[in-house]
């Protein structure tokens, strides 16, 4: 198969997996997360049950699944290695924020209040920090190879990101109305007792 073909076919399989998603996401905000089957979710999407669970493999991962790991990762090999990593680690969340509610942040909103509102999901999104931490201890690349320095990425990660979700619940508390970006910004200069990093 020729690499054209290969991006192409990603990039459907892309598309596919936003649709899905996106209709999942509104027939569980109209619906109930519970009262929505994986059935009703194929069949809004036009699609069958089995391409639903091809790209999303649990009912809980059609609203967690994202593309913030590697983002937040790419985000963090970009920073300049000669500041402190809890600053690095904010602006990254920062910047990612940032391009995340660039579009359409009600899709953003409509997930993060299922995520906080929903048992079931309330769990494996305390998973997911947990897959962003690993994140940016990863996007630290050689910063991060030995046992302390692994450690001490994961400290700062674990920190900011912990910053990250109290800025998140207020988000979805004001109903969006604030922007992210600056409300992860005034989180972490909380935790940072300093300026907040890429406050815009």
Known sequence: ?????????ERRRAETQRAIQRHAVRL?????YDRTTVNDVAEAAGVSPMTVYRHFPTKEDLVLVDQNGPLLAERIAAT????PLARRVGSALVESART????????LLARLR????????????????????????DGLGAEAAGPDQAFRAAAAASACLAAMHTALVRWAADDGRSELPDLIAEALAAVLDDVAPGRG
């Open 1 to 9: 198969m020729s690499e054209r073909q290969s991006t192409l076919r």
């Open 114 to 137: 299922l995520m906080i509102s929903t048992p079931a999901l309330r769990a494996r999104h305390l998973d997911n920090q947990y897959v962003l931490q690993q994140a940016i201890v």
């Open 80 to 83: 300049p290695a000669g500041q």
């Open 100 to 107: 995340l509610t660039a579009g359409d942040d009600g899709f």
């Open 28 to 32: 569980f905000v109209e619906r109930g």
